[in-house]
């Protein structure tokens, strides 16, 4: 079997990844190799494999945590999470979203209630105005 792939995002190799593991399982059983339950667990996708590290330490490095949304600059919601963090239900396997709000929770960001009753976590633009100085006078 061959895979044509002409056109990959940076996420997409985790989804290659993915590929790859079910390609072999799929041409050991066509050559009738028995796998042990060893290899067959980690031939089966979770929802790790989905889970993007720089996303969130990206996410980190712009904003810093605020106590309110009265103080916040912007304020992210469910719905505004999932997008950023292109966090969606994975069929099977459950909600990426989950995996990202734990790793926020431990970087300190938490959810509140927000003034619309839903969950939401408060944010602040971090100050970048000393990186933009340090260009203007080179």
Known sequence: MFVKITYLKAESLYFL???????????????GIKMSKQQQDDSKATLNDYYIEQ???CFCDTYTDC???READEVYTSTKLRK????????????????????????GF?????????????????????????????
């Open 67 to 69: 106590p309110s949304e």
């Open 84 to 107: 950023y963090f292109e966090a969606y239900l994975i069929s099977g396997l459950g909600d990426l979203l989950s995996i990202y709000l734990s790793r926020l929770s431990e970087m």
């Open 110 to 138: 938490h959810l509140r209630t927000s003034v619309s009753g839903q969950p939401a976590i408060f944010v602040k633009q971090k100050d970048n105005s000393s990186s933009i100085a340090l260009l203007i006078d080179q």
């Open 55 to 57: 996303k969130v330490t």
């Open 17 to 31: 990844q993915i590929i790859s593991k079910y390609l072999l399982t799929l041409s050991h059983k066509n050559k």
